[in-house]
């Protein structure tokens, strides 16, 4: 896919979340692509279970840091961009930042 910074840094944690083996950066200047290598059980089934846009484009979804979601009462994650970047729910309720909700993992 194209690359930018936003998806990279998505990447980031789903790899710091298990949920994807990895991702490589090709390419040079504007024609970078975003390489990800999704993560497999044993079985064939994949890890990512199922993902769900939050905020849209007419309708942004913003929340405190005590009122962050917990997705499928934290076996998923949601992901967000806050202040001090874009992280996983978990790490911004440790920060103590909310921000916009992007998306839930699961």
């Known amino acids: 896919m194209p690359h930018s910074r936003m998806k990279s840094d998505i990447a980031a944690i ?3 979340e298990g949920y994807i083996r990895g991702f490589r950066v ?3 200047g504007v024609q970078k692509s975003l390489i990800v290598s999704l993560k497999y059980f044993n079985e064939g089934e994949p890890v ?5 846009r939050v905020s849209k484009q007419g309708l942004r979804q913003f929340f405190k840091c005590d009122d962050l979601p917990q997705v499928l009462n934290g076996m998923g ?5 806050t202040s001090k970047g874009v992280m996983s ?3 911004a309720r440790k920060s103590r ?3 916009e909700v ?4 699961w």
């Open 14 to 16: 789903l790899k710091s």
């Open 97 to 99: 930042v909310g921000g």
């Open 77 to 81: 994650i949601a992901i967000v961009t």
């Open 48 to 52: 990512i279970r199922g993902i769900e």
């Open 26 to 28: 090709e390419g040079e």
């Open 89 to 91: 729910d978990r790490s």
């Open 102 to 105: 992007m998306c839930y993992v």
